[in-house]
Every structure is written in structure tokens, then in C-alpha cells.
T-cell receptor
Framework: GQQVMQIPQYQHVQEGEDFTTYCNSSTTLSNIQWYKQRPGGHPVFLIQLVKSGEVKKQKRLTFQFGEAKKNSSLHITATQTTDVGTYFCAGPRAAGNKLTFGGGTRVLVKP | NAGVTQTPKFQVLKTGQSMTLQCAQDMNHNSMYWYRQDPGMGLRLIYYSASEGTTDKGEVPNGYNVSRLNKREFSLRLESAAPSQTSVYFC???????????????FGPGTRLLVL
């Protein structure tokens, strides 16, 4: 079945530094969604990418959808303590309104 | 507009006990979902409901049952709780986005369940 993998599983970042987390699907995706879960909280929708090669920005966050629509990345510049949390990517399953979530990248920020 | 609400927030059960987790949404969404999240893990779909009156199994349905009571409410029942069901349970609902017509999900605050 469809699998969505994220790397790295954990990311320790010094405050002010940049980092990138990656999402890879075993199948071509019609779209990819990113969610953020703060510690002790619930996942919150961040953004959706639909087109091949699409790039979207939200302040210091840059999201990219691969040309083959099988991978995506999230790049955060000048990391802040507010960026702490787990970032999940998710792709729709072949049938129905269901999503397959990746395992997430847990981001820890060192002040 | 409360979004997605879940009750209870916390629950401790003994092995073999039963309970029902409640979920309600006030956003007029058609689709609703139940996930479980184990420590350090991603989200695994237990059951989902594409619309009122329909339900379908997800990745990990064993040991659970669901009821889509009406458009607003979707409950999850554990008939005989087991320690392996210790987890955080999230309910979600979804709507079609303006871009491409794909659905994004809105999550409730979660129920933290411990089975002893």
C-alpha cells in the first residue's frame, strides 16, 4: 500500500539556523499537505501543494513539491523557539477522502 | 464556532472495560475520522466516515467500532480495552479546499487514554 516516509525523524536545531525536512511517497500524489503539531497539542493544517514543482512560502517556511509529485520538502530559515513541534506531511490515498500521514519530523530548538 | 471537540480529555481504563469517545464538529463537514497516535509516532487511521450514515475501516480498526450518529457527531467505541490501545486518540473532520478541490483535515484536541 501507499507509504509516506519523512526524514529525519528528529531535528535538533540551534536557534537562528536553517534546516530542511523531507517527505517521500511510494506513489505519485495528487497533492501533498503539511501539518504542524505543537508538543501536547493536535495537528494543525499548514499548507497544501498541488502542482508539480510548486513552491509556497509562509513567512520563514518554504514548502516545495517535487517535479515527479512523489516528494516534498519543508525548509525553515532562522529557526525560532516557536518552530518547536512535529511536522507531518500527508498525501491522499487512491480512493476516498483519506490521507496517509508520514511519521513526522520532530523539531527541537536549542536557544 | 468551536471547531472539533472531543470528550473526555483524559481517561484511565482497566483491561476489559469499555468506553466511548465522543467527537463533534460544527463546521458542517461531511467527512470525519478517528486516528490514534502512539508516543513518537505518526497518525494511524482507525475508521472514517465519508458522510452521514457511512463508515469504513482504516489501517488499524481491530478492537474498535464507530457510529456516525448524525452529520455533526462521530463516536469511537472500545468494547474491551487492552493495554495495546493506550494512545492519544484524535478525531478530525475535513472540507474541500478552494485549490484543486482537495480536502484538508481539522483535528480535535485529542483524548489521552491509558489502559492498565
Amino acid at each position: 500500500g501507499q507509504q509516506v516516509m519523512q526524514i529525519p525523524q528528529y531535528q535538533h536545531v540551534q536557534e537562528g539556523e536553517d534546516f530542511t525536512t523531507y517527505c517521500n511517497s511510494s506513489t505519485t500524489l495528487s497533492n501533498i499537505q503539511w501539518y504542524k503539531q505543537r508538543p501536547g497539542g493536535h495537528p494543525v493544517f499548514l499548507i497544501q501543494l498541488v502542482k508539480s514543482g510548486e513552491v509556497k512560502k509562509q513567512k520563514r517556511l518554504t514548502f516545495q513539491f517535487g517535479e515527479a509529485k512523489k516528494n516534498s520538502s519543508l525548509h525553515i530559515t532562522a529557526t525560532q523557539t516557536t518552530d518547536v513541534g512535529t511536522y507531518f506531511c500527508a498525501g491522499p490515498r487512491a480512493a476516498g477522502n483519506k490521507l496517509t500521514f508520514g511519521g513526522g519530523t520532530r523539531v527541537l530548538v536549542k536557544p | 464556532n468551536a471547531g472539533v471537540t472531543q470528550t473526555p480529555k483524559f481517561q484511565v481504563l482497566k483491561t476489559g472495560q469499555s468506553m466511548t469517545l465522543q467527537c463533534a464538529q460544527d463546521m458542517n463537514h461531511n467527512s470525519m475520522y478517528w486516528y490514534r497516535q502512539d508516543p513518537g509516532m505518526g497518525l494511524r487511521l482507525i475508521y472514517y466516515s465519508a458522510s452521514e450514515g457511512t463508515t469504513d475501516k482504516g489501517e488499524v480498526p481491530n478492537g474498535y467500532n464507530v457510529s456516525r450518529l448524525n452529520k455533526r457527531e462521530f463516536s469511537l467505541r472500545l468494547e474491551s480495552a487492552a493495554p495495546s490501545q493506550t494512545s492519544v486518540y484524535f478525531c478530525a473532520s475535513s472540507r474541500v479546499t478552494a485549490t484543486g478541490g482537495w480536502e484538508t483535515q481539522y483535528f480535535g484536541p485529542g483524548t489521552r487514554l491509558l489502559v492498565l
